[in-house]
């Protein structure tokens, strides 16, 4: 449409622009659509194990484990292959500062930026998380577990700790600023020392349906 047709019947370009995109974007599910619609019993199949049943601990420790291993995953295969490392302290508190400080930049993010910048990013985060989770309260199911579907909202929390990091490593404060520059360090080094520990594993613990299989 021209801005002139666009002016004339009232529509702002932003709100034309996203029914384009949105358009657009439905016609390129089209065909997806279209093979559930046709292979629905086989959809029914392969995600019948989100409907199995769960207790909240259980879904409040995957969560908890999935938000901190952005930054420091220190469990390893033992987390799989002892059910008694699973319910451990160590495993599970010792990720509790990570949790908090993601906690702490989405709130940092949302009193220091404009709304355009804070709403992206914790929408980004809520879009995403917040619905899965909801379903899993309700229903019992597991659907908000797997990480993979969590993988917008996680990209939108390392861009609050990212933002959180950058601005305060340069606080106008020395005080400050080294004391953010210490927890800089210790994150780096605690995601390097992670890496560095899954390396040389064949599967890491989050790999629960291959974590059993054979080597090739």
Known sequence: WQPSTIKKYGFPQEVVAYGVATFGAF??????ALLIVFQ??????????????????YHVKHWALGMSTLFFDPSGG???SARASRESFMTYWIRLPVLLL???????????????VWFFV?????????PLILTDLVTGWRSSTPFRYLT????????????????????PSSLRQKGWQVVTFLLITAAI????????????????????LPSA
């Open 27 to 32: 016609l390129l599910f089209t065909p997806w």
């Open 40 to 57: 629905l019993p086989m959809l029914h199949d392969n995600t019948r194990w989100i409907t199995r049943e769960f207790g909240w601990l």
């Open 78 to 80: 033992t987390v799989l």
């Open 102 to 116: 993601i906690g702490y930049a989405c709130f940092y993010l949302y009193r220091r930026t404009p709304q355009r």
């Open 122 to 130: 914790l929408s980004l985060i809520g879009g995403t998380i917040f």
């Open 152 to 171: 917008p909202g996680y990209i939108g929390m390392q861009l609050a700790v990212a933002y959180l990091l950058a601005t305060e490593i340069s606080a």
């Open 193 to 212: 020392a992670s890496c560095a520990r899954s390396l040389n594993t064949e599967v890491w613990w989050n790999k629960e349906a291959s974590y059993g």
